[in-house]
């Protein structure tokens, strides 16, 4: 298994290919057996340095969320109990998550920056983002952090501060007669420079000027910036110079790269804050991005930069740090791509899975469409089912409120018949009586008319 198969995101959930921010892989062996048995945590000192936190930080997280104890013997770092890496890395996480990451930008970038507050508040200032936040103080953990808080970055600044003091009356003083060459060189650099007759001999024409002076690498290369960076920072002739800085950074640096663009940096703000007093600082972000662009200023060197490790590592003579706080400033494009920008290559990735995901949309969309159809066509068929049904039940009452008018009628008139009272009899003899006359008149008159015919 390679190394890189080995290493995690900080923290783990994190499934991004390129975060630049990664620990190793949890390694542990197990010891003893029965009730002795315990977990050893091989590579505790690699994974608590990769998150930048003291040593028994991670493993006591982890044994208090367990319920369990721990113990360091013989370069062993023990945990009681037999536990798997899968549920170890899970508690880790909860541990990255709480002590580690910033609570506003979720960046590991706290370390030196954690502190107890006056009511035992455990605090954190980014490097990042650069808010002042509180992490979990009520979890029981934070009593340990309490009683062996973790190293603050006053401590570094003291020692900052002391160097700038020795700066001042120390070896690194500058005599009149260095200030005096420093000047020369950075006034006369820039005439020797002569863009019509290319990158070739413009090397040969700084070397030879440079070699001149018996400068040390952070004096050099700021002097190289004078020359190097025209006045009109953002033209043509910027652009065509490019290459000689990368030269002088890759070739004429004594393998001290870092260095030496950290003083060409130092150059580029005195130019823009001191001399031009902020007036092309507009132009800050595009030409950090050209000497990017041509792998002169890495991500490495620039989140560096930014945090102010480089600073501390290199402390030029000529550091200032209102113009350096300006830089960064007028940088903020150019620090926010470098953080939250595509890498190369992942910008077509990108534009790739949002067409694939916009595609997977409208395919859902269709079949949601489709299925909708078929759930009215269904809805549709339902309502005309249910209507015959309907119509069906209303015929078969109607029959049956027909049928049962008619038993009603037929009940009714057989009531009648029962209630009709019995005719009288004399009333019966007087009615026969006038039929029987009806019928001798009538006979009467058939017989006349048969005498006249």
Known sequence: MTSTE??????????????RYTMPKIQITTQGSGNGIKTN???LPDVSNALKVPLEYPIKFIARELGSNTETKNNSYL???SHKVETMQEVLDKFIRKYVLCPKCHIPEIHGKIRIGKKNEIKCTCRSCGATSKL??????????RSYPPPYEKDIEIEKAGKKIEKKGGEKKLDKKMKTSIKECCLNLPKIIKDEDGVEKNIEYIKEFLGKYNFNIDI??????FGIFPNEIYTKSFLDRIPLIKHFIEKESDNRQEEALYNVLIGLQDLIFSRQKGENQKYVS???YYLYDNDIITEDFWLKYIGGSIQEKYNSIFNMEEAEKKLKEAA?????????GPYEGEENETKKEEKETEGKKEEKVDEKEENKAEDDEDDEKGKKKGKKKKGKKKKEKEKEKEKADKDKK????????????????????????????????????EEIDIDNI
């Open 6 to 19: 080995q290493r995690l995101n900080i923290p783990s959930t994190v499934k991004d290919p390129h975060y």
């Open 41 to 43: 945590w091989v590579n």
């Open 79 to 81: 945990i009681n109990g």
């Open 136 to 145: 979990d103080s009520e979890h029981n953990f934070a009593a340990y952090i």
């Open 220 to 225: 050099k290369f700021y002097c190289f910036s």
């Open 286 to 288: 595009s030409v950090l």
């Open 332 to 340: 903020k494009d150019f620090t926010d791509w470098i953080e939250n």
């Open 410 to 445: 037929k009940d009714s008139e057989e009531l009648k018949k029962e209630e009709k009272p019995e005719e009288k009899p004399e009333e019966k003899k007087e009615e026969e009586k006038k039929e029987e006359e009806k019928k001798q008149e009538k006979k009467e008159e």
